[in-house]
């Protein structure tokens, strides 16, 4: 059973239970209902508690409390949305797995899990709820590259076009800080319900012009996935961009309106909020092998981490030979049969655990075990070094640029679909 289903229904029983006693206090409420899940009150009150303390100390004003709780439940039932079809997929993100999620945050910052947790707890937030928190988050990270993943197709002409482009922007490529605010159309739209839509953006675009702030508009007006980030898409180059925006806002000087442009989700209003040059710089490549164990029904996340680390102590003793072991067990079919090994690449194209696990080794170095979405590993960096791009180290950044313009596009088509397709109702306000 759901668990916010049963918690829904536990407050109700302890309703019932008080209302012969006494008056009844309310715990928490339901506010609306996604499929066969719950939104909580209490997740709503989490989320506009969070943007108001953020905005506090950025000195942001905000909309009004009305226009925030319509945020907060959007997010939140794309959330439980996805966390619903992780279920049904049989995802579950391990104990270990989180584990090593948040090790990897905190040394980033600098400092062991013991510093972040006094640092989440200092700020008056809990910190087994943090945690939960992030599971959710790899979560609906893990549920939407599955999904959205097998939607893009990348050709070679694609990748041949790009890399001309790119090749004509040579050392003087730009990228902008751009910041977006979508005004939606409801898929089945008359034209009267679009020429407003349009009328809304073309208002949007007004307000900006006279020297509104962005971010704040951006909260209350935006149906964009980064609205409560005040719609702040980040750094990207052209190439990055959806389609789009990619020629609207080529050539835009920092500061510039863009728009509206129209989609099939909608109007899209963009703000160039800063321009920079991006250098070509040499490139640390490396040469590795690897072995990746899936846990499974039958095989443990214990289990599978402890063979790995009977492998590597074999290999280290000289008792093992890695290419025999990857052949016969790694579960990885685009390196097993070439004995675990990649050829040489850019460690930025592997996901982050693999990527730092790699550089912090020393050549012919073995590592110990480590999680990442796709199971548990050991790696051997075979060979390092710092080379100019080569036409391989091209075409694989040609491609990541293409992927990640379609990604962007295709999540928000899937997330539209599922949306669409789900049974959603919000309960009004009291």
């Known amino acids: ?102 090790e990897n945050m905190a040394r980033e910052q600098g400092g062991s899990i013991a510093d972040l947790r006094r640092t989440i707890e200092a700020a008056g937030d809990s910190y ?63 034209a009267d319900e679009i020429a407003s839509a349009k009328t809304r953006a073309e208002k949007v675009i007004e307000f900006l012009k006279e020297g509104k702030e962005f971010k704040r508009i951006a909260i209350s007006s935006s149906s964009g996935s980064k609205a409560l980030e005040g719609g702040q898409l980040g750094w990207m180059s052209i190439n990055e961009m959806p389609s789009l925006f990619a020629e609207a806002v080529k050539g835009h000087k920092k500061d510039d309106i863009v728009g509206p442009l129209r989609s099939g989700a909608g109007f899209h209003i963009v703000k160039v909020q800063d321009v920079r040059g991006r250098q070509v710089v040499e490139t640390t490549e490396v040469r ?50 070439k004995g675990g090994e990649y050829d040489w690449t850019d460690p930025s194209t592997y996901v982050p655990e693999f990527k730092n696990t790699l550089l912090s080794l020393d050549k012919n170095e ?37 992927f990640n313009r379609k990604f962007k596009e295709e999540s928000f088509n899937w997330q539209q679909e599922m949306r669409e397709q789900a049974h959603v109702d919000i309960f009004p306000t009291e």
């Not at 049963?6 to 209902?33: N, R």
């Not at 052949?327 to 390196?335: A, F, H, L, T, V």
């Open 1 to 102: 059973m759901n668990l916010k289903k049963l918690f829904a229904s536990a407050l109700l029983t302890v309703g019932l239970c008080q209302s012969v006693f006494a008056k009844p206090v309310e715990i928490d409420k339901v506010v609306g209902v996604v499929n066969q899940g719950v939104i909580l009150q209490s997740e709503v009150d989490t989320i506009v508690n969070r943007v108001k303390t953020q905005a506090a100390e950025q000195g942001q004003e905000l909309p009004s409390d009305d226009t925030l709780r319509i945020q907060a439940i959007e997010r939140l039932v794309s959330q439980e949305l996805m966390m619903q079809l992780a279920e049904r997929m049989g995802l579950e993100i391990s104990d270990s797995q989180l584990d090593q999620t948040l």
């Open 128 to 190: 087994p709820a943090y945690r939960e928190e992030i599971r959710k988050e790899i979560t609906t990270q893990q549920v939407t590259r599955m999904n959205v993943d097998r939607r893009i197709y990348i050709s070679t002409q694609e990748i041949d076009n790009l890399l001309k482009i790119m090749e004509t922007q040579g050392k003087n490529a730009e990228e902008y800080d751009i910041g977006h605010i979508l005004i939606d159309i409801p898929s089945d739209a008359t």
């Open 288 to 337: 590795s092998r690897h072995i990746l164990v899936k846990p499974s029904i039958i095989l443990s996340e214990e289990k599978a981490r402890d063979m790995l680390k009977g492998f590597a102590k074999d290999l280290r003793d000289g008792k093992a030979d890695f290419a025999e072991l990857a052949k016969e067990y790694s579960e990885d079919p685009g390196s097993a049969l």
């Open 366 to 402: 073995i590592s110990e075990p480590f999680r990442t979405q796709f199971g548990w590993h050991i790696v051997q960096l075979l060979d390092k070094r710092v080379a100019d791009k080569t036409e391989q180290a091209k075409r694989n950044r040609a491609h990541q640029l293409l």
